[in-house]
């Protein structure tokens, strides 16, 4: 069994945003993994999540409901509750401003590098041994980084993401 979190927040005000391309991930991946008949969120670790499968192991897919500063806590209540190892169990899909829009970097741990939601996840689960799946959506600019993270795409940006979701 695999569970792989998508981060981001919770709203539809936050639908789309640069912020939510690990929710985006998390729905490309329902798509292809879960039974259309099975395919309702469970309202489940502070979190929605839906069961899928793929070359017969099964995955967990779950959404943090917590926004992206307390993700941790959907986090390791799923890892405790399942009894995995977070690092052979987890992946965590979730975005990445130092990284050129539509890149895709995996890691079998490493640092938060800045990301609230990455230190969350470190801190509840008491360790950065697990790994995650950085998306990349460009740096901000002269932009707010908050404002930055919480808008969405631009028109140039917004093949780049849809092939690194893909």
């Known amino acids: 069994m695999k ?3 998508g981060l981001g927040n919770p709203g539809l005000e936050y639908d789309r945003t640069r912020h939510n ?3 985006e991930a998390i729905d490309r991946i329902a798509r292809r993994t879960v039974d259309p008949a099975r395919a309702i969120a469970k309202s489940r670790f502070s979190g929605s999540l839906l069961e899928g499968e793929t070359g017969g192991e099964k995955l967990l897919l779950l959404k943090p409901l917590t926004y992206m500063n307390r993700s941790g806590q959907a986090v390791a209540e799923a890892i405790r509750f399942f009894k995995l ?4 169990d987890l992946l965590v899909l979730v975005d990445d401003l130092a990284l050129p829009c539509g890149t895709i970097r995996l890691r079998p741990d490493g640092s938060a590098g ?3 939601g990455l230190a969350d996840i470190e801190q509840k689960l008491g360790s950065s041994k697990y790994p995650r799946c950085r998306i990349g959506i460009d740096l901000p600019g002269q932009i707010p980084q908050k ?4 808008g969405r795409f631009r028109p140039d940006q917004q093949p ?3 092939s690194a979701l893909e």
């Open 3 to 5: 569970l792989i979190v």
């Open 21 to 23: 391309v690990g929710f």
């Open 85 to 88: 190892d977070p690092t052979k």
């Open 114 to 116: 800045g990301h609230n």
């Open 147 to 150: 404002d930055y993270v919480l």
């Open 160 to 162: 780049l993401v849809e």
